[in-house]
């Protein structure tokens, strides 16, 4: 894949803000490595800044981990009486990142569905984000919108099963992409993007990538594209190709041994090697 046209040549006067703030709402006092996957995958991917929005113990190690993280502390996991602080924060940012890492409960379901609702950006919704909004599907209408399920998140979203072969994938992932009126990338062996209308297929990756948060840093990648201002069948498919690439390279690297967080290391190198 050309990456050409997702990384023109920067104007000598560039400057922070051009090329996108992404607003990442993730993370919980267990799972503490989603945003900060989010995070870097959009910084990695080019996005010019990120601001984590999660639990304090989540925020807290986001912050002592890289300096390159800017982070807003909740008193507690996610609930309704986050959601007014959230949406005002939203109005300084390009994308939204939600979903990665949060607590599974009927009060953060319930503050997911009305930050998707309230916020005006176009935004990548994973994980626990998707299947609070299969309890309330009309929420996608109207958004620009990239889901990135997982099999086991997509049966839960749409109440079907995705068999191993392609065709059986094609068709549905397109049929609900239709039905929801958003863009779903059903990620895979070979992950498969539609907007209902058309169907891409990306065949990058690795069997070694089934480590915990390389989807995390997929969906950052994603947004730090959806902040460019890309639709989001584009940013999902460049997303979905340089995240495989990046996971090949750290494959052949680290074979058994590949994290997560190596995928970070090579992002640069898939860019640098396809903006041709």
């Given at each position: 894949?050309?990456?050409k046209?997702?990384?023109?040549?920067?104007?000598?006067?560039?400057h922070?803000?051009?090329?996108?703030?992404?607003?990442?709402?993730?993370?919980?006092r267990?799972?503490?490595?989603?945003?900060?996957?989010?995070?870097?995958?959009?910084?990695?991917?080019?996005?010019?800044?990120?601001?984590?929005?999660?639990?304090?113990?989540?925020?807290?190690?986001?912050?002592?981990?890289?300096?390159?993280?800017?982070?807003?502390?909740?008193?507690?996991?996610?609930?309704?009486?986050?959601?007014?602080?959230?949406?005002?924060?939203?109005?300084?940012?390009?994308s939204?990142?939600?979903?990665?890492?949060?607590?599974?409960?009927?009060?953060?379901?319930?503050?997911?569905?009305?930050i998707?609702?309230?916020?005006?950006?176009?935004?990548?919704?994973?994980?626990?984000?998707?299947?609070?909004?299969?309890?309330?599907?009309?929420?996608?209408?109207?958004?620009?919108?990239?889901?990135?399920?997982?099999?086991?998140?997509?049966?839960?979203?749409?109440?079907?099963?995705?068999?191993?072969?392609?065709?059986?994938?094609?068709?549905?992932?397109?049929?609900?992409?239709?039905k929801?009126?958003?863009?779903?990338?059903?990620?895979?062996?070979?992950?498969?993007?539609?907007?209902?209308?058309?169907?891409?297929?990306?065949?990058?990756?690795?069997?070694?990538m089934?480590?915990?948060?390389?989807?995390?840093?997929?969906?950052?990648?994603?947004?730090?594209?959806?902040?460019?201002?890309?639709?989001?069948?584009?940013?999902?498919?460049?997303?979905?190709?340089?995240?495989?690439?990046?996971?090949?390279?750290?494959?052949?690297?680290?074979?058994?041994?590949?994290?997560?967080?190596?995928?970070?290391?090579?992002?640069?190198e898939?860019?640098?090697?396809?903006?041709?």
């Amino acid at each position: 894949m050309d990456l050409k046209k997702f990384y023109p040549q920067r104007d000598p006067w560039s400057h922070k803000g051009n090329f996108g703030y992404v607003l990442i709402v993730a993370g919980s006092r267990i799972y503490s490595g989603s945003p900060v996957f989010n995070a870097l995958g959009a910084l990695r991917a080019g996005a010019d800044l990120t601001m984590i929005v999660s639990c304090l113990r989540a925020a807290d190690i986001a912050a002592s981990f890289a300096p390159d993280l800017i982070t807003r502390p909740l008193d507690k996991d996610l609930e309704m009486k986050h959601v007014g602080k959230i949406v005002s924060l939203a109005k300084k940012f390009d994308s939204l990142v939600i979903g990665g890492g949060l607590a599974r409960n009927e009060k953060t379901y319930k503050a997911i569905k009305e930050i998707i609702k309230a916020i005006d950006l176009p935004m990548v919704i994973d994980a626990e984000a998707i299947r609070a909004a299969a309890e309330e599907p009309k929420i996608l209408e109207n958004k620009s919108a990239i889901l990135t399920p997982h099999a086991g998140e997509f049966k839960a979203l749409t109440g079907e099963e995705v068999m191993p072969e392609i065709e059986d994938r094609k068709e549905k992932v397109k049929k609900w992409a239709e039905k929801l009126k958003t863009t779903i990338l059903l990620k895979g062996h070979i992950d498969v993007i539609s907007d209902g209308k058309e169907i891409i297929l990306n065949e990058t990756g690795s069997p070694l990538m089934t480590k915990g948060g390389t989807g995390d840093i997929l969906a950052g990648t994603c947004a730090s594209f959806l902040a460019k201002k890309f639709p989001p069948l584009e940013a999902a498919q460049a997303a979905a190709f340089i995240n495989g690439k990046a996971g090949e390279m750290a494959a052949e690297k680290y074979a058994e041994g590949l994290l997560a967080s190596n995928l970070l290391e090579f992002i640069p190198e898939v860019i640098k090697k396809y903006k041709i």
